[in-house]
């Protein structure tokens, strides 16, 4: 085994104080390798009486502040995340045979920022978001179609669909960030940040 790191780990986990730098190394790797959304992630919540949920959502930036996407805030995981903002992230890049996990507390993204990326989707994503009472009970197919029929007849102007007020998004500030290496006889590799209360981070590694 190749091991470079100066914890014993393979050199993909190399010697970064800031797990923010490691990750964006590690996405922009996945972006070359995984043919479909290098940017999925599974989003776990909890609701107030601790029950867990968990699916698919796509993020959308990330910087020091936090890793953000976006959803409508009258959907579950919203709900669940209104009640208990305390929430996590799994990214899992088969290509590479890794895995990070991300663990934090979220806050709303500021109306400016979600207008500015509202603006980048499509037309008829824009439409949808009108249309779409997401999470609530659909008696049919037919009724969300004219709902988004009825929506592009209000909005017919591509270039001027205005963002719903509930429609917005959720940054994650993490206090832990844990990578993962695949390793032969699932003997995997795992380096763990955790922020201290200066703000800075400590790395420890963890049994497999």
């Not at 914890?7 to 996405?27: N, Q, R, S, T």
């Not at 959907?75 to 929430?87: C, I, Q, R, W």
């Not at 029929?149 to 832990?176: A, C, F, H, I, Q």
């Not at 699932?186 to 800075?200: A, N, T, V, W």
């Amino acid at each position: 085994m190749n091991q470079k790191n100066s914890l014993g780990v393979d050199k993909c986990f190399k010697d970064i104080a800031d797990p923010i730098k490691l990750f964006e190394e590690w996405f922009n790797e996945a972006k070359k390798t995984e043919i479909n959304d290098p940017n999925a992630l599974a989003l776990a919540t909890a609701d107030k009486s601790g029950t867990p949920s968990v699916r698919m959502v796509l993020l959308k930036s990330f910087n020091n502040k936090g890793f953000v996407f976006y959803t409508n805030f009258n959907s579950k995981k919203s709900k669940d995340l209104k009640e208990n903002p305390g929430a996590s992230l799994c990214f899992h890049w088969k290509s590479l045979l890794r895995q990070i996990r991300i663990s934090g507390n979220v806050s709303k993204v500021l109306d400016k920022e979600a207008d500015e990326y509202y603006k980048t989707r499509s037309y008829g994503s824009r439409i949808g978001a009108w249309a779409s009472n997401q999470s609530s009970v659909l008696d049919n197919r037919d009724q969300l179609y004219k709902s988004i029929e009825d929506y592009k007849k209000k909005y017919p102007d591509e270039n001027n669909v205005p963002r719903p007020d509930y429609w917005s998004g959720w940054s994650l500030k993490p206090t832990t960030i844990e990578f993962w290496l695949d390793g032969k006889d699932r003997i995997h590799q795992r380096l763990k940040y955790i922020k201290k209360e200066d703000q800075s981070w400590e790395k420890i590694l963890l049994n497999p």
